[in-house]
């Protein structure tokens, strides 16, 4: 049973700001080929000059007369992304008048708590009400009421949407996906152990405590009246069924569209020597002096969430390497936005570490930790920090070159996550055939674990009829295991990871890039989009 329309909604549609844009971005390709232009993609409209985005006034051009018939204020067009889906932007700002009547409606009807808000939570809730608004609209308007349709909402920024559907239109199958639960994040985000005493946490406790009460609530209750609810792995399923009280009725995996990635191994060498080049050529202009030729690149890139993503582990790591000595130099890039000023090209002050510059450097960590564990960047130092703190879509003034395309130029990715739902980084990386460093607590760990191959090397005649066991990174990903408590285990592994991939000759570093494709292979949008066509058909049978 499958839907023949589809709306989709998160804050992240045409906004690419972290993980949940690669999600829907990537997938969007294989839903178009599907349900071509019965997909409507709905997100906020925050930037008139949206580079993600190209309005188009021709397309749903009846409705869109109807809308502002109506007092919606919307653009339709397509989101420039492989498969060029319809996106509908949405400006949510004339719902703010009706805010408190909206919060006092669902907490009379859906329970939820909006009495604690503060911050962000306005205008997410805002947004999602009105997604639920446009929705209604354009069932109404195509008489889509005699159809299989589906509503799917992305996590708690987009709820009300849910709520909305739920009461206004019944016949639609309902699906929430929280990509991590916001309790989760927070009790990790805020320096307690979230995996020693998992199983005594209770959710609504803790976001009484770490004052999460609304968002919580809004999460909690859409969870519980979704039609389908959905997480993306199994390691994030059991923090819903502990700090939710509900588990997901279907897992699903988030996947990679190899549309982004160059088609011919002769067109990606060729991204690769570019690649490398822009990255040898900024890191030379940071430490002032000349690179090794056969310096190891390796980076950690993502937001800027200084435990959860493992950057301090990443640079003590660092340092851990530089310590223990290793065969050759190794030049590791920190690819994390952080507040640079305005002319971020420029150093009014140079540094050896940062390609931009810092608003406040005194208060980074990076810098912090670096000064801390005196890495000084010297030339006679084996390892060396560069901090890229930009966003890298192509304009950032010193690389100028999207991160995709950076990707390819890297030897190495390491990403020693504490909280990681998922972890699309780490298969970002494989997909453009980097091997890649991710730990037991992401989501995506746990999946490379039991997909990729650890075989024993074939005999090689060469080697005298010896052979040798592949070390974990030989096989395109390792899986560092992670916990509360050893902290100096992690460290000491992923160094020795490091030095390992450092000591490989060029043939078997080839041979890890190899594996690490096939491995990407296999989290594939078509091999993964089974699990939303099961969630769709579950929403359809489930709903009211």
């Not at 690769?272 to 050529?281: D, G, K, N, W």
């Not at 041979?511 to 078509?526: F, G, N, P, V």
Request: charged fraction near 25%; aromatic fraction near 12%; glycine fraction near 6%.
């Amino acid at each position: 049973m499958q839907p023949e329309y589809i709306f989709e909604t998160s804050w992240e549609v045409c906004q690419k700001i972290g993980g949940i844009y690669a999600v829907l971005s990537t997938r969007a390709a294989i839903m178009q080929k599907e349900h071509k232009d019965k997909v409507f993609f709905i997100g906020p409209d925050l930037n008139k000059d949206n580079r993600y985005f190209k309005e188009t006034h021709s397309l749903l051009a009846d409705w869109q007369k109807q809308a502002a018939q109506e007092g919606l204020k919307v653009r339709v067009g397509r989101w420039l992304v492989p498969g060029k889906p319809i996106a509908i932007l949405v400006d949510f700002n004339n719902f703010y008048k009706d805010k408190n009547r909206i919060y006092f409606h669902n907490w009379e009807r859906f329970s939820v708590n909006s009495i604690a808000a503060y911050g962000d939570y306005d205008e997410s809730s805002v947004f999602g009400y009105a997604t639920g608004v446009v929705m209604e609209s354009i069932y109404r308007f195509y008489h889509m009421e005699n159809t299989a349709v589906v509503a799917h909402f992305n996590e708690w920024m987009t709820s009300f949407g849910l709520f909305y559907v739920k009461e206004h239109m019944p016949k639609v199958g309902t699906l929430f996906t929280t990509h991590a639960t916001s309790i989760g994040r927070s009790i990790a985000g805020n320096g307690k152990p979230l995996y020693d005493y998992f199983s005594g946490y209770d959710g609504d406790q803790m976001a009484q405590e770490l004052n999460m009460v609304s968002k919580h609530s809004t999460e909690k209750q859409a969870a519980i009246n979704a039609d389908c609810f959905t997480t993306v792995s199994e390691i994030t399923n059991k923090e819903c069924r502990q700090l939710l009280r509900k588990p997901a009725d279907v897992v699903t995996p988030n996947g990679f569209e190899s549309e982004f990635v160059p088609k011919t191994e002769t067109s990606l060498r060729a991204k690769r020597a570019q690649a490398r080049q822009c990255l040898r050529h900024a890191a030379e202009q940071v430490l002032g002096y000349q690179l090794d030729n056969n310096a190891l690149f390796v980076a950690i890139s993502g937001r800027y969430e200084w435990k959860n993503k493992g950057i301090d582990i990443f640079i003590e790591s660092l340092k851990k390497l530089q310590q223990d000595g290793v065969s050759k130099q190794v030049v590791a890039f920190i690819m994390v936005p952080a507040w640079i000023s305005e002319n971020n090209s420029q150093q009014e002050s140079p540094s050896n570490v940062t390609t931009h510059q810092l608003r406040e450097p005194q208060n980074d960590p990076v810098l912090n930790t670096m000064l801390w564990l005196g890495m000084q960047n010297k030339e006679e130092d084996r390892v060396k920090v560069v901090f890229i703190p930009s966003y890298l879509k192509g304009d950032d003034g010193v690389l100028n070159m999207t991160y995709y395309d950076l990707l390819t130029g890297l030897d190495l990715t390491v990403f020693p996550s504490y909280y990681e739902p998922w972890g699309y980084t780490p298969l970002e990386s494989i997909a453009f055939h980097v091997p890649t460093v991710t730990t037991s607590l992401a989501g995506f760990g746990q999946w490379a674990r039991e997909n990729r191959s650890m075989n024993r090397r074939e005999t090689d005649p060469l080697l005298f009829g010896l052979s040798r066991e592949k070390t974990e990174i030989e096989s395109g990903v390792a899986v560092v295991e992670r916990t509360d408590s050893n902290r100096d285990q992690v460290i000491n592994n992923i160094a020795h990871i490091i030095a390992d991939y450092a000591s490989l000759d060029e043939a078997e570093r080839a041979e890890a890039r190899r594996a690490a494709a096939q491995l990407a292979e296999k989290a594939e949008w078509s091999h993964f989009f089974e699990y939303y066509r099961l969630a769709y058909s579950f929403a359809l049978r489930n709903k009211n």
